[in-house]
């Protein structure tokens, strides 16, 4: 029992720690133009870390252009891909992730995430990228609220566009980075 509980006080320690770096990347953000440390990032490269997070990874369909890359500044770009993934995983009814990067459009490098959520939980589109909004049926779970805000602020300092939309209750978001 005391094990469990020394554990239970660990994963919340972890999750504030977790919270206080979101709360202090937003500040970071708000400062720093990102368009001034853009990087080359291949995007396999991008995803292998990401991915090694998630040990079932047979939950992913992972499709990636050969040669795709992205052109930004490698902080945000890790924040606004383990950010998405994340609620992918978190929010996902059936536990399946689609996930697609390439190069549909000349100097366009576009990121999408999907993934099937109860008709119930879809969120609000209105208040999606507002920061510190959940929706009512996700309370009860761990988090604050910012990390779509914080996708977006950083995609826009990046010149990117963030777009969401949901199909048959299949939420989509789609990430558009200039390079």
């Given at each position: ?16 720690d ?5 709360v ?15 990087e080359?990032?291949?995007a396999?490269e991008?995803?292998?870390v990401?991915?090694q ?18 052109l ?9 891909v ?10 996902s ?48 779970h ?26 048959d ?11």
């Amino acid at each position: 029992e005391s094990i469990e509980r020394v554990q239970h006080i660990d994963a919340s320690v972890n999750r504030m720690d977790a919270m206080i770096e979101h709360v202090a990347f937003s500040n970071k953000i708000e400062r720093h133009d990102a368009r001034d440390s853009a990087e080359k990032i291949s995007a396999q490269e991008l995803m292998n870390v990401v991915m090694q997070e998630y040990h079932d990874a047979d939950r992913f369909e992972l499709r990636i252009q050969e040669g795709a890359f992205f052109l930004a500044d490698p902080h945000f770009l890790a924040l606004i891909v383990e950010n998405l993934v994340s609620n992918a995983v978190k929010y996902s009814t059936d536990g399946k992730i689609k996930i697609s990067i390439g190069h549909e459009t000349p100097g366009i490098t576009s990121f999408s995430i999907s993934n099937r959520v109860a008709n119930e939980s879809l969120p609000d589109e209105n208040r999606l990228f507002e920061r510190y909004y959940r929706h009512p049926n996700f309370q009860n779970h761990p988090g604050m609220g910012i990390g779509l805000s914080l996708v977006h602020s950083a995609a826009e300092k990046m010149g990117a566009t963030v777009s969401y939309s949901n199909t048959d209750q299949e939420v989509v978001f789609e990430v558009r980075i200039p390079h």
